[in-house]
């Protein structure tokens, strides 16, 4: 992703959005001028916190090596909030 190896991703069959975690979008050297604006309400936890999202972020991923790789451009939604995981991927890039 973005030449960077991610290795902590959850693959939510549920989620209907993708989601890379503000940490995750710094470590991959990106800037705000990586971003499209996101407009929209502000998502809301589990735990009934809420958050702004940063933006959208558009990354070629390539999931498994060498003669089974397979790159998808996924549409990322940036958030910042903490998590065990660097990014979701959701149904629309595992279909």
């Avoid at 929209?40 to 959208?56: A, H, R, S, V």
Wanted: hydrophobic content about 40%; overall charge negative; charged content about 20%.
């Amino acid at each position: 992703m973005a030449n960077f190896e991610v290795r902590r991703v959850l693959v939510d069959s549920g989620s209907s959005v993708d989601i890379m975690y503000a940490r995750t979008f710094e470590t991959l050297q990106l800037t705000e001028r990586n971003l499209t604006p996101y407009v929209g309400l502000d998502l809301q936890g589990f735990n009934g916190t809420t958050t702004k999202p940063w933006g959208y972020v558009d990354l070629i991923v390539t999931v498994g090596a060498h003669e089974t790789a397979k790159s998808i451009k996924v549409q990322f939604l940036v958030v910042d909030c903490p998590s065990l995981y660097q990014c979701i991927l959701g149904r629309t890039a595992i279909a």
